[in-house]
T-cell receptor, first 114, second 115 residues
Framework: NAGVTQTPKFQVLKTGQSMTLQCAQD?????MSWYRQDPGMGLRLIHY???????DQGEVPNGYNVSRSTTEDFPLRLLSAAPSQTSVYFC?????????????FGNGTRLTVT | AQTVTQSQPEMSVQEAETVTLSCTYD???????LFWYKQPPSRQMILVIR??????QNATENRFSVNFQKAAKSFSLKISDSQLGDTAMYFC????????????FGKGTRLHILP
């Protein structure tokens, strides 16, 4: 059981480049989300989804796009990378709806934008 | 909007001592869930403990326990008999029930267990 798989683990981009961070889960979780972690800022929610075809913005959505075409996958797209997007990115999933279902996290992607 | 506040950016304690990490939150909801996550240097996020707001009994998981004060909107984590492996970032998190399922995190407390 792989859980939540994020790729790549590390990435360096130049300002203005685009890329997609991949996230896949094999637990049939309805809820998926993306966070960024910066020193002193904790984890901040970028975008989330409660099911295929449904996405919504979190606390810091600007500069990022998401889509959810399948239950398993939730990619995060940076259309034009900026140095302010240098961060560690985490994808997380859980069962949706009732119950205290905790988040299952991927191992993170360290992104550097120069 | 819900907010989660961890007022201790960094703490250090001696091995085998007991340490308490503070967390307060702001919400108008009556039912919700609270979590503590641990992030060791490996960067992996690990669930430590969870609490359902409608349960008055404080959650306990081995050496980890919480002091949940609903009226005060406080959710502190107590680590007993601390071990070197407890060295990590600890995040408090809040989730509303039966709503949009999103989970909001505090800024974290970096805990150092000293030998």
């Amino acid at each position: 059981n792989a859980g939540v798989t994020q790729t790549p683990k590390f990435q360096v981009l130049k300002t203005g480049q685009s890329m997609t961070l991949q996230c896949a889960q094999d637990m049939n979780h309805e809820y998926m989300s993306w966070y960024r972690q910066d020193p002193g800022m904790g984890l901040r929610l970028i975008h989330y989804s409660v099911g295929a075809g449904i996405t919504d913005q979190g606390e810091v959505p600007n500069g990022y796009n998401v889509s959810r075409s399948t239950t398993e996958d939730f990619p995060l797209r940076l259309l034009s990378a900026a140095p302010s997007q240098t961060s560690v990115y985490f994808c997380a999933s859980s069962r949706a709806g009732t119950g205290v279902s905790p988040l299952h996290f991927g191992n993170g992607t360290r992104l550097t934008v120069t | 909007a819900q907010t989660v506040t961890q007022s201790q950016p960094e703490m250090s304690v001696q091995e085998a001592e007991t340490v308490t990490l503070s967390c307060t939150y702001d919400t108008s909801e009556n039912n919700y869930y609270l979590f503590w996550y641990k992030q060791p240097p490996s960067r992996q996020m690990i669930l430590v403990i969870r609490q359902e707001a409608y349960k008055q009994q404080n959650a306990t998981e081995n050496r980890f326990s919480v002091n949940f004060q609903k009226a005060a909107k406080s959710f502190s984590l107590k680590i007993s008999d601390s071990q070197l492996g407890d060295t990590a970032m600890y995040f408090c998190a809040f989730k509303r029930t039966n709503r949009d399922d999103k989970i909001i995190f505090g800024k974290g407390t970096r805990l150092h267990i000293l030998p």
